[in-house]
């Protein structure tokens, strides 16, 4: 950014001030790196804001989309993709701590920082051990707005790999309301009877919305 004096450009003042001290424009510009001709980086990282309305807006959007805006491309889409991306994963997990998993809220609280801003569908399966502890969780399908595609086989492959005890079924509604739909009910209903066959246990299937949840195990569809 030549055309700014120094003490004014992002870089110099994240590295003089701290991180805290920069505006989301400014952030968003460090990622992009550079902009184009005629256009500086915080000339584009200002267009995805005014485009988008926040920078969680700007978060939730999908890589093919960003990189449609001018200044954007694919490469700087990628490196947006994968801040964001960090930055959720860190949210979600304390490094070193045991993650138990035994109310409907605990799991919202594990996994809203990586479900709730998507803009596509998303189904989980997190693997349980016998007291509740997460073993680990896996992404099983990543659908449209509207819905996933999600196979038994799919579900239950890694639970069965990992010996786990039980497992909480996860997606989330990117309109944000977690109601669940006839196909959420179906879908459970199922994976229980497919998962009474395999000797293994659903512990819940929890919708992640907008800073709120629905537990169909809470509602007695488990």
């Known amino acids: 950014m030549p055309h700014l004096p120094v003490a004014d450009r992002p870089r110099e003042r994240l590295y003089w001030n701290g991180a805290e001290a920069l505006a989301d424009v400014e952030l968003l510009a460090l990622q992009l790196g550079v902009g184009i001709r005629g256009r500086s980086a915080i000339d584009v990282a200002r267009a995805l804001l005014e485009r988008y309305g926040s920078l969680a807006d700007v978060a939730g959007r999908e890589m093919a989309e960003l990189a449609q805006v001018p200044g954007v491309g694919p490469a700087k889409a990628a490196r947006l993709a994968a801040a964001f991306e ?22 919202f609280e ?37 819905a996933s595609l999600v196979h038994p086989r799919e579900v239950f492959k890694p639970a069965i790999l990992e010996s786990a005890a039980s497992i909480i079924l996860l997606h989330n509604h990117p309109s944000g309301d977690p109601t669940p739909s006839r196909e959420d009910v179906r879908l459970t209903r199922q994976l229980v009877d497919c998962a009474r066959l395999l000797d293994l246990r659903i ?20």
Do not use: K
């Open 203 to 222: 512990h819940d299937h929890v919708i992640v919305g907008r800073g709120r949840f629905v537990s169909l195990a809470e509602r007695g569809l488990i």
């Open 86 to 107: 960090l930055t959720r994963r860190l949210r979600a997990r304390t490094p070193g701590a045991r993650i138990v998993l035994s109310q409907p809220a605990q799991v």
């Open 110 to 146: 594990a996994f809203a920082p990586l479900m709730e801003d998507l803009r596509r569908e998303v189904f989980r399966v997190a693997l349980l051990d016998a007291q509740n502890g997460l073993l680990r969780d896996c992404v099983i399908s990543e659908g449209t707005l509207s």
